[in-house]
């Protein structure tokens, strides 16, 4: 697993992070969420470091990270954009939603933008389907949300720039 030099510069940040909480194997999966959390990744260096302060293998953290859905291995930007591709959002043109991001970005699903600004994503189903159809970002839900609706939201997260490069 090879350790980025950018990465050590936070090497202090992890230590506080991973050191809130006991050396227990337990507190495995309550680390790595605090990390993903605040980094929207969990760095490899932070992998490493966890592995030593709760004695599992790094081979097993990096399983876990890479078992669940939640957790990514690489950087994501600082603004997570998920579409719903749910049934109900689908029906409602969730694509369309999905195709208005991309132009807007410049950058396709599962991306971030150069500068670590944006990243977009699909998701399965937020639970929201009377709001179809829904996009989420950093956690606040925004339910009927129609392709014209796209580039102001994006320009609520300081994506002008982005708005008027790639315009629609």
Do not use: W
């Amino acid at each position: 697993m090879q350790i980025e030099a950018r990465e050590y510069e936070y090497a202090n940040d992890y230590k506080v992070l991973i050191e809130s909480y006991s050396g227990k194997p337990e507190h495995l999966l309550a680390i790595m969420q605090d990390v993903q959390k605040h980094y929207n990744y969990l760095p490899r260096l932070a992998i490493s470091m966890i592995s030593q302060h709760v004695g599992i293998p790094v081979s097993r953290v990096y399983a876990m990270a890479s078992f669940y859905k939640a957790f990514s291995l690489v950087p994501k930007g600082k603004f997570i954009f998920r579409v719903c591709d749910g049934t109900a959002c689908h029906i409602k043109n969730s694509a369309t939603l999905l195709d208005q991001l991309q132009e807007h970005l410049g950058i396709e699903v599962d991306e971030t933008t150069a500068d670590g600004l944006f990243s977009i994503e699909t998701v399965n189903c937020l639970g929201a389907c009377a709001l179809a159809p829904v996009m989420v970002v950093n956690g606040k839900v925004y339910g009927k949300v129609s392709p014209g609706d796209v580039e102001r939201i994006i320009n609520e997260y300081g994506g002008q720039s982005y708005a008027s490069q790639h315009k629609c």
